[in-house]
């Protein structure tokens, strides 16, 4: 390889350098809120980075825990329900969803912590957050545990059964960047909005 690149071996680093590396190259990553419901009946709100989607036929999303011991709430209650809603992360509710991402227990609501309003799923017992312009409510198909050591993760695959789209960004399902404003994770504490883009067409090949 050409010198001006540093070649690192992550079995010979910490798995923290190997953490940065991941969230410092994989930028921006689209930004997951998690809601879920536990087997008692307890709202958790979670955000997940390291999230996307997968395919559209079915749609399908996915996002990854970082293992832990105890579990990520999130994770158990996904788990135990196989049920879970993505609220999608607006400049607006930038503030509320880091609130969410503190390590309370299973016994506090996120919701409440943030002041985000639970509204009724339809097809899912989670509630979405009204706050958020596009939710999906996802029924689990498959989780993956990849690894179960300590900075391992487990992937968590849903299907879409319902997208709820405020109707004054979307058209035709078409969902307007730039009032959408969804924000996106950087490495470190970092984040970026999504209001500088640039358009660029796909090369055509005749055949
Ligand atoms: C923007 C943002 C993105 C995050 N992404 C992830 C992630 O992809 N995977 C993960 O395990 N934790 C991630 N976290 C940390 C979790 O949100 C945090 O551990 C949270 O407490 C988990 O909540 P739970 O125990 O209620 O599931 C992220 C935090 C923030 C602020």
Not at 16 to 38: E, H, M, N, Q, W
Not at 138 to 150: F, G, N
Not at 199 to 207: G, H, I, K, Q, V
């Given at each position: 390889?050409?010198?001006?690149?540093?070649?690192?071996?992550?079995?010979?680093?910490?798995?923290?350098?190997?953490?940065?590396?991941?969230?410092?190259?994989?930028?921006?990553?689209?930004?997951?809120?998690?809601?879920?419901?536990?087997?008692?009946?307890?709202?958790?709100?979670?955000?997940?980075?390291?999230?996307?989607?997968?395919?559209?036929?079915?749609?399908?999303?996915?996002?990854?825990?970082?293992?832990?011991?105890?579990?990520?709430?999130?994770?158990?209650?996904?788990?135990?329900?196989?049920?879970?809603?993505?609220?999608?992360?607006?400049?607006?509710?930038?503030?509320?969803?880091?609130?969410?991402?503190?390590?309370?227990?299973?016994?506090?609501?996120?919701?409440?912590?943030?002041?985000?309003?639970?509204?009724?799923?339809?097809?899912?017992?989670?509630?979405?957050?009204?706050?958020?312009?596009?939710?999906?409510?996802?029924?689990?198909?498959?989780?993956?545990?990849?690894?179960?050591?300590?900075?391992?993760?487990?992937?968590?695959?849903?299907?879409?059964?319902?997208?709820?789209?405020?109707?004054?960004?979307?058209?035709?399902?078409?969902?307007?960047?730039?009032?959408?404003?969804?924000?996106?994770?950087?490495?470190?504490?970092?984040?970026?909005?999504?209001?500088?883009r640039f358009e660029m067409a796909r090369p055509?090949?005749?055949?």
């Amino acid at each position: 390889m050409v010198e001006t690149k540093l070649a690192i071996d992550p079995a010979a680093h910490a798995p923290a350098d190997a953490y940065k590396l991941l969230i410092g190259a994989i930028v921006p990553r689209p930004i997951g809120f998690i809601s879920t419901i536990s087997p008692e009946g307890v709202y958790n709100l979670a955000p997940f980075s390291f999230f996307n989607a997968v395919c559209s036929e079915p749609p399908v999303v996915l996002f990854a825990s970082g293992a832990r011991r105890p579990e990520k709430d999130t994770l158990a209650n996904v788990r135990a329900t196989g049920e879970f809603v993505v609220n999608i992360v607006t400049e607006a509710i930038a503030e509320q969803m880091n609130l969410t991402s503190g390590d309370y227990p299973p016994e506090v609501d996120e919701f409440a912590i943030a002041r985000l309003t639970p509204a009724a799923s339809e097809l899912v017992k989670p509630p979405c957050v009204l706050e958020s312009p596009v939710n999906m409510e996802c029924k689990v198909i498959q989780i993956v545990d990849v690894s179960t050591r300590p900075a391992g993760g487990s992937v968590v695959f849903g299907e879409v059964v319902r997208f709820h789209v405020d109707a004054s960004m979307v058209q035709n399902f078409r969902i307007d960047p730039e009032k959408l404003r969804a924000i996106g994770r950087m490495g470190g504490t970092g984040y970026t909005r999504t209001r500088e883009r640039f358009e660029m067409a796909r090369p055509r090949l005749s055949s």
